[in-house]
């Protein structure tokens, strides 16, 4: 589990009591994480200009992102604003292990999203030769096609996984579900559209074909507090079980259509 509200917390508070410092990481354009080297995440304390009893102006703790070479502050985030969006990542990360994604047909959120509101379907009866009505609390539908199956039948897809194609590629060099993640939290520049935003209550804008695979600023500071602390596959593995990452295929689908091609360098 990343807890991102306990990590980011944790990350300010070592840093006000420790003038510990975390680096900044972006994800570039070919989905891999990269150290921005001229900045740094720390706490700076504005000196203090009028003191008497009671009454003190100055003094105060900001904890930003400032220029490592001559300390000039680049941004001192909304830390409500932070919190709130830490807050929905958390939301949408679930416990499962990557070799158990498959219970995420168990989380009420995901149901929430993908399982239809029938409770009948049809089949062929080969005694009678006849359609037959069946009646079911189990039923989903594909995701792509619309098929309804029962739930021992429908498969997990991975929107977003650490492979692109056919050839497997390294875990670090690969942050695509980390980015469609923050992207529900409204933490890249374009937000989430489309119908599990809707679902889920996240409406965002998509300004640009390249808007939702970059993090914006307050994206940036939460990853690079994340990764200060955890590990890449610790961050990957939970963003790809996360709710939105998973998403229910028929068998013929899944098969058929694997990663999605945006035509993304980790999509192809």
Not at 74 to 97: F, G, K
Request: proline share 6%; hydrophobic share 35%; glycine share 8%.
């Amino acid at each position: 589990m990343l807890n991102a509200l306990s990590t980011i917390n944790q990350a300010k508070t070592i840093s006000n009591f420790f003038a510990k410092e975390h680096k900044v990481y972006y994800i570039n354009e070919s989905g891999q994480k990269t150290e921005i080297p001229s900045l740094v995440i720390k706490t700076v304390t504005s000196p203090i200009v009028h003191q008497e009893p009671n009454f003190q102006v100055g003094g105060i703790q900001y904890f930003g992102a400032y220029e490592r070479q001559n300390g000039k502050s680049v941004t001192v985030p909304d830390w409500d604003e932070l919190i709130r969006q830490a807050t929905i990542l958390d939301s949408l990360i679930t416990p499962l292990p990557r070799s158990s994604y498959r219970q995420i047909m168990d989380v009420p959120a995901w149901q929430q999203i993908y399982k239809p509101a029938i409770t009948t379907r049809q089949k062929w009866n080969w005694l009678t030769n006849s359609i037959e009505t069946v009646d079911s609390n189990n039923l989903y539908a594909c995701r792509h096609c619309g098929v309804i199956l029962e739930k021992e039948q429908i498969e997990i897809d991975h929107q977003r996984s650490k492979t692109i194609g056919k050839d497997l590629m390294p875990e670090p060099h690969l942050w695509g579900a980390t980015l469609k993640l923050f992207r529900y939290a409204g933490l890249t520049n374009d937000g989430a559209v489309g119908f599990k935003a809707q679902k889920l209550g996240y409406n965002g804008t998509l300004n640009s074909p390249l808007g939702k695979y970059q993090l914006n600023n307050s994206g940036a500071f939460i990853f690079s507090l994340l990764v200060s602390s955890k590990s890449d596959i610790e961050i990957q593995n939970a963003a790809e079980t996360s709710i939105p990452n998973l998403r229910p295929l028929c068998g013929g689908c899944n098969k058929r259509d694997g990663e999605p091609h945006t035509g993304l360098p980790w999509n192809k």
